[in-house]
């Protein structure tokens, strides 16, 4: 099983911006996406982004479209995770995860995959 370490969490000002990183412990296969999850106290867990290694396919949350970009490094092993003009209500602990995607129902595919143990981004209004 890949073992997934996310950085870059932090606490920022409403409007600020910060970079996630997420370093996979080895090269993860064609079919798989590669992405973010975050969950805030006393909110439904939420699918942010993912990349496909496939072909590179990006997907986004209605909520962050604009905002957020994924990319990633593969002679690295690792996916970024650039956020911008950040609100408030993107305070989270943001999970990276990784898995085998079916179709384009990525939330589902980083679900059930592989987490990391998660960073903390807290936005201040």
């Known amino acids: 099983e890949v073992q997934l370490v996310e950085s870059g969490g932090g606490l920022v000002q409403a409007g600020g911006s910060l970079r996630l990183s997420c370093a996979a412990s080895?090269?993860?296969?064609?079919?798989?996406?590669i992405g973010w999850i975050r969950q805030a106290p006393a909110k439904k867990r939420e699918g942010v982004s993912c990349i496909s290694t496939s072909d590179g396919t990006t997907y986004y949350a209605d909520s962050v479209k604009g905002r957020f970009t994924i990319s990633s490094d593969n002679a690295k092993n690792t996916v970024y995770l650039q956020m911008n003009s950040l609100k408030p209500e993107d305070t989270a602990i943001y999970y990276c995860?990784?898995?085998?995607?079916?179709?384009?129902?990525?939330?589902?595919?980083?679900?059930?995959?592989?987490w990391g143990q998660g960073t903390q981004v807290t936005v201040s209004s």
């Open positions: 995860a990784a898995g085998f995607i079916d179709g384009t129902n990525w939330v589902a595919a980083l679900e059930v995959g592989s």
């Open positions: 080895r090269f993860i296969f064609d079919g798989y996406g």
